[in-house]
């Protein structure tokens, strides 16, 4: 660890001047971009040590003795493998799903019949296959924020194809001119005319860019009460009668034995986006309606076809993201098995690389940084005391535990698994079925009722204090470790999680995770006015590789987080440190333990983008490149001044403070 941290370091920079070249100034000069990828870092370097760990565990040989779900998971793996097979079927098997949905208008041309063609339809014949529904709205089973034991039915505006903004700027915009020849060249690979694709796929691009329109933006939606409109299903087919509400909620579910009553609750998550979408789709014709929900379909599955498809794809990839080449065999395989057997695949994982002791370790972290926020809470001036009395009760009630830190033993993977079959030489039609078994098992949960004691697995909680796995080694944690490293790394990354739990969004839910805002309005105010500061600092940085301003009202909440997480991992370990001899030095590294935190803290911070991402960081993202991290953090904490002895006239150390907690 201590060659890598030297390795990355500048010391000819002044740490005062600029503490991420610093740490990281030769790792930017020296570290290129892969080709496949768009980004290099400490947690890259994480993620692909875990994926080397599952390629090796996916590659074994099943014995006969061998959990099903393992074997299943590596079936799956074999058959994204067997390029052979997937050549060999060719386009086969996506031209007949085409065909179960009366075909792809722009392929078929005059041949295809609109009056065949009804939306809601062929959503439930997309459900039926395993495809998502969800390209017009989006019908969900989630929590009930007002009653976290109960779930319930939601609807929502549609996933898109891609970044809602982008389809708002329209045709003019260079991701959306990407998407567009991404889109006309599909079809032509399947056997459209290009002249007829150029026209009829405007037209269903321009049908996504009105439903972008009709939806909510990421701000918009910030603030949950405004998304939470339960209403019966008796009230939703009077106040929304164009379409059969019980029909369309029973046929997306698809859970025998179910009934919709009149009764039944569903959550309307934006109402308006219902009445727009019902006079779009009314003026809108079938075949573009169509032609859209059939391009979201190959949307969904290039990247499962044959090479030509793929190599399209990634064409699209190297526009939008400026990746150079595909990934691996291996990487593509490994990723998509994440994705589809994510339950079996990482219980697989824990069997063979138990982390027990580092998750003991860094569950006594979660506490020692969890006990320094609250008393961050105590401290507050612009938090009353009213609000204080409820943060103190959320805090007592958060879940400290590190992903899946309970692994499923054998009966419970067994019946997990027990619905899943799937025919390995067509592999396509494998991912189909695990997305429909996937599906499946969601929307059947709408009866459950959610056990508090097995919330922490449920993907709809509003927060979760988990570390993921891939967290347990590398630059972030090591039980070998000093504890000014563990801290300064893994440990901010803790204190980041705990502080999301206490900022505008984590206000909006209690201690029970359930929509209730505890904050008075005397604190609103006082948090409006607290947090000027920082929108005001992060809007003056530029990001300099691509002369873009950042936004510090659309970063605000992860700028807060890393801030206050490096301060109350900084107070966790200086606090264990008070009563123990000094730790260790790492060879070749002579700073004090303190410095060695923050040196820590920033080194696992060392990235390099290429410029695509960049801007696609200034324009849509919630946090700010790397660098900027480092900066913005360090410089709001005199913590960090005063170890380094940074002068006030010094770049880190000078001008107003923004402090939050």
Known sequence: MASKILNNMDLKIDPCTDFYSFTCGNFMKNTPVPADEYIVSSFQDAQKQVLLQLRNLLEERSTSKELLPFKLVKNFYKSC???????ADGLKTIKIILSSLNGWPVIEGDEWYYAKFDWKQAMYTLRNIGFSANYLIKLDVIIDLQNSSLRV????QADFGINRRNLINGFNDSVVQSYYNYMVDVAEILGANRSQALVELAESLKLEMELAKISWSPSQRQEEKLMYNPITVLKLQNEYPNTNWKKYIKYILDIPGFQVSDDDIVVLRIPKYLNDLEDL????????QANYIMWRVLLSTTQYLNVQLRNRRLEFYKEVYGEQRSKSLWKECVTNTILN???SLSNLYMRKHSHNQAKRTIN???????ANFVNLIKKSKWMDNETKEHAYEKSAGMPYYTTHSDEMDDKTLLNFYSTLTFTTNKYLRSVLDVWLFKSNNHFKKIRQPVAKENRQWDVSLVYQMGVPQGLFQGPFFSKDRPNYSN???????IGHLITHIF?????QYDKDLELSDWWTNHTKEAYKNVTRCVVGQYNNYTIKEVNMKLNGQRTLDENIADVTGLKVAYLAYTGWAK???????????????????WISAASMWCTKYRNEYLTLMALFFPFPPASLRVTGSLSNLPQFAADFKCSTKSVMNKGKKCVVW
């Open 341 to 343: 057997f994510w339950e």
């Open 503 to 507: 900022d505008s969004h984590g206000r």
């Open 81 to 87: 493998m067997n390029t052979t097979a997937i050549e």
């Open 281 to 288: 789709l009314q003026e809108t014709s079938k075949r573009v």
């Open 364 to 370: 006594t972290m979660f506490t020692k940084i969890g």
């Open 579 to 597: 009563s123990r001899p000094p730790e260790p030095l790492l060879p070749g590294l002579n700073y004090t333990q303190n410095q060695m935190f």
């Open 153 to 156: 039915i939601s609807l929502d």
């Open 487 to 493: 801290f300064g790394a893994v440990g901010s990354i």
